[in-house]
């Protein structure tokens, strides 16, 4: 082989390796092109997709925020999941039912959009608290190549179980006013019984006739404080009362049940079904304020500190958080100006100067009263009502008005008194207070519109279940 056809050879060899990396390096950079490409597209895509799923937890947001709105707003979607226009938060959107009918819709000036209905699973009872589930879907659209995420969220929405009754540490009657369609409740001694009248209806809550209950004694006599004795002669369930029809019974009062009752009680108080009296009650005996508490399943502090925190968040968005004045806010005191402020939250967290005032709750009878009693269904029963809070004050309400409302008088002892209800006041709602005077003229009164429409604050939502619809989890 002649040296010249040697480097020729050698020549062409090198000509191929450099063919050949040029391939490789073209290859690598086309792939790193089409890699570089897929990656942007991909980032633009989970931009996209986050954005969207962003707006659909918005749109999960603004349902929660619908509940909370009240009672009212939770009975507007029985017609769930065709409301039509009635309500968009109860239509399904055209893109899943094919109906024109628009769901709750919001769109962004960015173009962002989501799409949110709520559909009932199980209804919510407040009377007999029974938690309801909603399922919220909730669709959420991004701006430009629009990309879109759906989630799925079930809320479990429960009431506040404070009584819906009267409560009281200890209770003082007189005078001529009574109480209808609900009981009387206390942890302390029940004082002048024979100034109470039930009326002749129903508790609403309980579908039981209305009457005492408590873990310490009632009775005939006059007193104050928890000075009441088991030896009082005056005492209902000791057989030196007038009305002792023995073994834990008094014909007089033959629903009331305290400490000093009999477990199981005898005729005439309890009947068989047929008999003369209701199949109610077994017991007149209270064991302890637990037994209470179950029986009757409410929270004997009336408000737990968390429930207390959550109206207190709600009355300072409303504006009607106080810590230095006792007044009603002018706004609440004319029906016009009220009427943007369905179910108010005032709240008096009394401090300094103002511990131990009294708010008057009078100047709110013009705009939160109404007719009574209502069926849940009746047209003219709107749910508002207002929810007043008083901590380290007192509360009265003596002149001719019916306020419909849910009273809170929170104390600390000395503080928590409720004054007199005179001057034929009504009061269409709950009391509860560490003392409460019944010795004026005025009723309590109690109906199922009151029971079947708490006010949203008053309303516990919590999430139960969490699923991304178009990412589902395998099994």
Not at 110 to 133: C, H, K, R
Not at 149 to 170: G, H, I, M, N
Not at 344 to 362: K, R
Request: hydrophobic fraction near 35%; proline fraction near 7%.
């Amino acid at each position: 082989m002649t040296p010249d056809f040697q480097a020729r050879r050698e020549d062409g060899a090198a000509l191929l390796t450099t063919i050949f990396f040029v391939a490789v390096l073209s290859a690598l950079s086309v792939t790193v092109g089409v890699m570089t490409v897929n990656n942007v597209g991909n980032a633009a895509r989970d931009r996209q997709g986050t954005s969207a799923l962003a707006l659909s937890e918005a749109g999960v947001a603004q349902a929660v925020s619908y509940m909370r709105s009240g009672q009212q707003s939770i009975k507007n979607l029985r017609c769930a999941p065709n409301c039509g226009t009635a309500n968009p938060w109860g239509e399904e959107p055209a893109s899943v039912d094919g109906d024109a009918a628009p769901a709750q819709t919001v769109t962004l000036a960015t173009g962002e959009q989501y799409q949110v209905w709520i559909e009932p699973i199980s209804p919510l009872d407040v009377s007999t608290f029974t938690p309801g589930i909603y399922r919220v879907h909730s669709i959420g659209t991004s701006s430009g190549n629009p990309g879109n995420r759906t989630v799925q969220v079930d809320l479990e929405v429960s009431p506040f179980k404070y009584p819906l009754a009267v409560y009281a540490d200890t209770v003082q009657p007189g005078g001529t006013g009574s109480i209808f369609n609900e009981s009387l409740f206390s942890t302390g001694c029940i004082f002048k019984r024979d100034k109470i009248n039930f009326g002749s209806g129903l508790d609403v809550v309980y579908g039981i006739p209305p009457a005492a209950h408590t873990s310490k004694v009632i009775t005939d006599s006059q007193g104050s404080g928890s000075n009441c004795p088991d030896n009082d002669k005056d005492n209902i369930h000791r057989a030196t009362h007038s009305q002792w029809a023995g073994n834990g019974c008094n014909s007089k009062y033959p629903y009331d049940q305290d400490k000093l009752g009999k477990s199981p009680v005898g005729a005439p108080c309890f009947q068989a079904a047929g008999g003369a009296n209701p199949a109610y009650p077994q017991t007149s005996l209270v064991p302890s304020e637990d037994w209470l508490r179950e029986t009757y399943d409410f929270q004997l502090e009336g408000l737990t500190a968390e429930q207390l925190e959550l109206l207190k968040s709600s009355a300072i968005e409303q504006g009607f958080y106080f810590t230095s004045t006792t007044a009603i806010p002018n706004v609440l005191k004319s029906a016009s100006t009220a009427a943007a402020y369905p179910n108010p939250i005032l709240f008096y967290d009394l401090q300094g100067s103002a511990v131990g005032g009294t708010v008057d709750l009078n100047d709110l009878g013009s705009s939160y009263t109404r007719s009574w009693p209502l069926s849940g269904s009746a047209s003219t029963c709107d749910g508002r009502a207002a929810f007043i809070i008083v901590k380290n004050g007192n509360v009265r309400m003596n002149s001719n008005t019916t306020l419909v409302a849910s009273v809170f008088a929170l104390g600390p002892d000395p503080y928590g008194q409720v004054s007199k209800l005179n001057g034929t006041a009504q009061l269409i709602g709950t009391l509860y207070g560490r003392t409460v005077d019944l010795t004026g003229t005025g009723d309590i009164k109690l109906d199922e519109c009151f029971v079947e429409n708490p006010p949203g604050q008053a309303l516990e939502v919590r999430v139960t279940d969490f699923v991304e619809v178009d990412r589902p989890v395998a099994p």
